[in-house]
């Protein structure tokens, strides 16, 4: 090197095992790098998950299959990474920590049971040689019933409803002869105040609920003690509530049967329901079974009441994914074009935040191909949705790096998956079963721009002529559409009131 010239800058570090680590060990390995600042200085984890991130994360990645004799292994950030090789970060100080994602499903629900992590460390950005770091220890598992680092009132509010909950793991037939193992389908039951397992004469009706992407057993749990909470206070009537697991190692599978996942509608309709209704006192006809679920789960709410119309009595969708495919997150799938970029070639946006961009649609995807193969929002939409392709994996909706829409998975996703047009052309036939049972909201500022999808979907009810409810809440985000006047359980009242007044009406 010539005298006075700028050092050469090097984008790898060394990770390596712990010293206390017993043999190998593979995985998704994981760097994250955050500027340090007063703010972040005693926080002892850096998370780069796709949502909610408001701190400059950068991440970097690549797949190790053994860490070697010397049990330390090499990761570019030049070659995966996100937004940048790690060599452009402005100078200056930065916390960085390594993660080992050993079952690959941190694009889902971030880091895990049995995860490798290291302490963060502070390094002064650029460097000339590669600094090393050491993963210091695995994860422990969570217990989905600890809530010992929540507040007390929802401690209380877990205590109070676990002896009415219990948990189902039901092997199904039909999944296990899809994948030629046991499979089991996961729910967590809540009984209602009054309810007697011995008097098999009196029954209830049955409320099926999932949440949304990235929700977890810990979550539906948390769901539980809050509708146990509002039966017992009397604000809602007594009903039987059933949150049902469609998380995975792909992401959610929405109850819908796919090629990908595997055929979970018929697993739930004609295994699982009739199973429960089996053991417990419930009111087993389609006027006393209703649907509910916010996000990916609205999506599943909106989308099992369509695809089995005899079966569930009506359905309260929140803030579902995109139900029409002219509209999804602002892309018309049914026109050629580009998922990264509109028509003028401007950044199509993800979020946004009452008007202002929060996110792009490139930076999204891009970011979710660093933190994993598989788990993430859009390659969970391939998983359910798409055909499968000649590698046995989901074909992709568009180009990962280019955002060019691949026409052929567009119109299959149009053909099997898309709501409103499955209603459009099917309405003859689903009218008698379908009509007056789609009670849909969403906040009119919603985060993901979900309310425009829904718009869509409200006109062709209309020009369909067909009964339904579409309720825009007045300035609401995709999180605070659950808020009224000050009360964060508004909108389930509501929902839950409505449920039970049509059970009622039925005679369930």
Request: aromatic share 10%; net charge negative; with cysteine.
């Amino acid at each position: 090197m010539l005298s006075g010239a700028a050092p050469t800058l090097d984008a790898r570090l060394i990770v390596t095992l712990p010293a206390s680590w017993a043999g190998d060990a593979s995985g998704h390995l994981l760097l994250m790098a955050e500027p340090a600042t007063d703010t972040n200085a005693h926080a002892d984890r850096i998370d780069a998950n796709e949502f909610g991130r408001h701190d400059p994360v950068s991440a970097a990645a690549r797949d190790v299959a053994t860490f070697g004799a010397d049990r330390s292994v090499s990761i570019d950030t030049g070659e995966t990474a996100f937004p940048a090789s790690f060599a452009t970060l402005p100078p200056g100080d930065y916390r960085l920590q390594a993660l080992l994602d050993r079952d690959g499903d941190y694009g889902y629900g971030g880091a895990g049971s049995g995860d490798l992590v290291s302490q963060i460390v502070t390094l002064h950005w650029p460097q000339s040689v590669p600094a090393t770091i050491a993963l210091d220890h695995a994860l422990p598992a969570q217990a989905p019933w600890d809530f010992s680092d929540d507040a007390i009132t929802e401690q209380r509010a877990v205590a109070a409803a676990r002896p009415h909950c219990d948990e189902i793991a039901y092997r199904s037939a039909a999944l296990a002869a899809f994948f030629g193992r046991q499979t089991a389908m996961h729910a967590l039951v809540l009984r209602p105040p009054g309810y007697d397992e011995t008097d098999h004469r009196k029954t209830w009706p049955t409320v099926y609920q999932t949440g949304g992407f990235g929700t977890s057993h810990h979550a539906d749990i948390a769901w539980a003690a809050r509708i146990w909470r509002l039966e017992k206070a009397g604000r809602i009537p007594p009903m039987i509530w059933v949150f049902l697991d469609h998380a995975g190692p792909t992401g959610t599978h929405e109850f819908a049967d796919s090629v990908n996942n595997g055929p979970w509608g018929t697993a739930l309709t004609a295994e699982l329901i009739p199973f429960l209704e089996r053991h417990y006192s419930m009111d087993a006809r389609a006027d006393g079974r209703f649907l509910t679920g916010h996000s990916s789960g609205g999506w599943f709410a909106l989308w099992a009441e369509v695809a089995y119309p005899r079966m569930f009595g009506g359905t309260w969708p929140i803030s579902p994914d995109p139900v029409d495919f002219h509209d999804f997150i602002g892309v018309d799938l049914y026109a050629p074009g580009n998922f990264y970029t509109d028509e003028a070639g401007h950044p199509r946006p993800l979020s946004r935040d009452h008007g202002r961009v929060t996110g792009l649609m490139r930076d999204f995807a891009r970011l979710e191909d660093v933190l994993g193969h598989d788990g993430g929002q859009f390659r969970s939409f391939e998983w359910v949705f798409s055909p499968r392709g000649a590698d046995g994996t989901p074909m992709r909706l568009y180009d990962r790096t280019t955002g060019r829409i691949d026409p052929e998975v567009a119109a299959y996703w149009r053909a099997h998956y898309n709501i409103a047009a499955r209603i459009e052309r099917d309405w003859p036939t689903l009218r008698p079963d379908l009509d007056g049972k789609i009670h849909l909201t969403v906040g009119s500022a919603d985060t993901f721009y979900l309310d425009q999808p829904a718009r869509r979907l409200e006109a062709l009810m209309h020009r369909l002529g067909a009964h339904a409810d579409f309720t825009y809440v007045p300035g609401a985000d995709h999180g605070s559409v659950f808020v009224r006047d000050g009360d964060p359980d508004a909108l389930v009242v509501d929902i839950a009131r409505a449920m039970a007044a049509t059970a009622r009406s039925k005679g369930a």
